[in-house]
Every structure is written in structure tokens, then in C-alpha cells.
């Protein structure tokens, strides 16, 4: 069973985070999801998805389900049990993440439980996965990102694909989560990989990767 932290920061993208949330509390090989959600970031919530509320509310507001598995953490708390790398933790996720969150990480500043919690999963070569989601992106973005990058840190912009001839955005979006569950190293039911051919001669699958 495996522990896995979740930041929501200032970007747009809400929905995202939203659907993460609720497929990590239905995936039967994740005990626990430590969330942290920033200042910007419950703004975010209420402009994009009209999520007000805060504690247990919020993951019930979020998810849509009465669970225990996600329990929320103040972002001042930089004494959290998620700030030590001698808490055992399998993985972290900041999504949306926002550009300045990826500054704070890239220079090394730690001034709340989000940096810090990123830090901790970096120092201790656990997964890391930022999802930023901003356009256009300027030499700074990029140069941050880089260095992120080479510190460990996978980066995965919430760029989802259409080869899987997405319906609504729910599909669209879920595919793209279902994706991070890949990069987390967690099992799931959903098919997330091109398997070459083209519609019409059996195979399975569109174009994925080089292909799109």
C-alpha cells in the first residue's frame, strides 16, 4: 500500500487535481493521500470548479465521495509529518503546478509545506511529478524546469493527448491522470499506451509521443 502527496498551487487546471484526488481515493493500492492546497491554489478551486469549502468538507466537496483515505494539511505546517524524508512516502504530485512554485523549487527556496514537502521527495531520489500548466513559457520557465529536471523531477505538462478519441473533457482529463498513475508507478485498468497501427486495421490505439 503505497502513501502519496498531492499540492494544488495557483495555476488553472483545477480539474486536474480534482480528478487525481478521486481516482488515487478509489485505487485500492494507495492507503493514504496527503494534500496540500496553496493560498492561490483555493482560489483556483473556487473560480474553476466553485469549490469553497476547506478540511474534510473539501475532500468531499472535491471528490464527490465521504472518505477517510485523504486528509488535508495546512500549507503554513512546515513541521508536518510530510516536511521530514524519515516519513515513508511513495510519491508526490503538485497539480496544477503553478510557475512561481516551480521557481521556489528550482532555487531551492522552502517557505511553506509545499516546497518543503517537494525538497524532501527530491533529497530522498523519491518520485517527484509537476504538472505545470502555463503557455506560452519564457526562458526562466524553461530554464527552471530544466533544472528541475536534472535534479530528478519528471515533468509533465497537462498537455493531454487525443489518440484515445476522447468524448468529453471527463475523458480527456482522466486519461491524462490515469497517465501520472503510470509516472507514479501505481496500477490501473485503463489503457494509457499506443499500441501502434491505424484505426480501421485491427490494431489498437492512435498516434502517441514522436507520432502527434
Same mark, same amino acid.
Request: net charge neutral.
Given at each position: 500500500?503505497?502513501? #502519496?502527496?498531492?499540492?494544488?498551487?495557483?495555476?488553472?487546471?483545477? %480539474?486536474?487535481?480534482?480528478?487525481?484526488?478521486?481516482?488515487? @481515493?478509489?485505487? +485500492?493500492? !494507495?492507503? *493514504?493521500?496527503?494534500?496540500?492546497?496553496?493560498?492561490? $491554489?483555493?482560489?483556483?478551486?473556487?473560480?474553476?470548479?466553485?469549490?469553497?469549502?476547506?478540511?474534510? /468538507?473539501?475532500?468531499?466537496?472535491?471528490?464527490?465521495? @465521504?472518505?477517510?483515505?485523504?486528509? =488535508?494539511?495546512?500549507?503554513?505546517?512546515? $513541521?508536518?509529518?510530510?516536511?521530514?524524508?524519515?516519513?515513508?512516502? @511513495? /510519491?508526490?504530485?503538485? #497539480?496544477?503546478?503553478?510557475?512561481?512554485?516551480?521557481?521556489?523549487?528550482?532555487? /531551492?527556496? !522552502?517557505?511553506?509545506? %509545499?516546497?518543503? +514537502?517537494?525538497?524532501?521527495?527530491?533529497?530522498?531520489?523519491?518520485?517527484? !511529478?509537476? !504538472?505545470?500548466?502555463?503557455?506560452?513559457? *519564457?526562458?526562466? *520557465?524553461?530554464?527552471?524546469?530544466?533544472?528541475?529536471?536534472?535534479?530528478?523531477?519528471?515533468?509533465?505538462?497537462?498537455?493531454?493527448? =487525443?489518440?484515445?478519441?476522447?468524448?468529453?473533457?471527463?475523458?480527456?482529463? @482522466?486519461?491524462?491522470? =490515469?497517465?501520472?498513475?503510470?509516472?507514479?508507478?501505481? +496500477?490501473?485498468?485503463?489503457?494509457?499506451?499506443?499500441? /501502434?497501427?491505424?484505426?480501421?486495421?485491427?490494431?489498437?490505439?492512435?498516434?502517441?509521443? $514522436?507520432?502527434?
Amino acid at each position: 500500500m503505497k502513501r #502519496i502527496t498531492v499540492a494544488i498551487t495557483g495555476a488553472s487546471g483545477a %480539474v486536474y487535481a480534482q480528478r487525481l484526488l478521486y481516482h488515487l @481515493d478509489r485505487s +485500492a493500492e !494507495v492507503s *493514504h493521500v496527503h494534500v496540500i492546497v496553496s493560498a492561490p $491554489g483555493r482560489r483556483v478551486l473556487l473560480e474553476e470548479l466553485d469549490v469553497a469549502a476547506t478540511g474534510d /468538507g473539501l475532500a468531499r466537496e472535491l471528490t464527490g465521495l @465521504d472518505t477517510s483515505k485523504l486528509s =488535508f494539511l495546512p500549507n503554513s505546517d512546515i $513541521g508536518a509529518s510530510i516536511a521530514s524524508g524519515s516519513y515513508p512516502s @511513495d /510519491g508526490m504530485v503538485i #497539480i496544477p503546478c503553478s510557475m512561481s512554485t516551480i521557481g521556489a523549487l528550482a532555487s /531551492g527556496a !522552502v517557505t511553506n509545506l %509545499v516546497h518543503r +514537502a517537494a525538497d524532501v521527495t527530491l533529497k530522498e531520489n523519491r518520485r517527484l !511529478v509537476l !504538472v505545470p500548466r502555463e503557455t506560452p513559457l *519564457h526562458s526562466i *520557465h524553461l530554464e527552471n524546469l530544466l533544472r528541475l529536471r536534472n535534479a530528478g523531477a519528471m515533468i509533465v505538462p497537462a498537455m493531454p493527448g =487525443f489518440y484515445h478519441r476522447p468524448e468529453s473533457i471527463e475523458q480527456l482529463v @482522466d486519461h491524462f491522470v =490515469f497517465r501520472l498513475f503510470d509516472h507514479l508507478g501505481l +496500477a490501473h485498468d485503463r489503457s494509457t499506451m499506443w499500441r /501502434g497501427g491505424v484505426r480501421g486495421t485491427g490494431a489498437e490505439g492512435s498516434r502517441e509521443g $514522436g507520432c502527434e
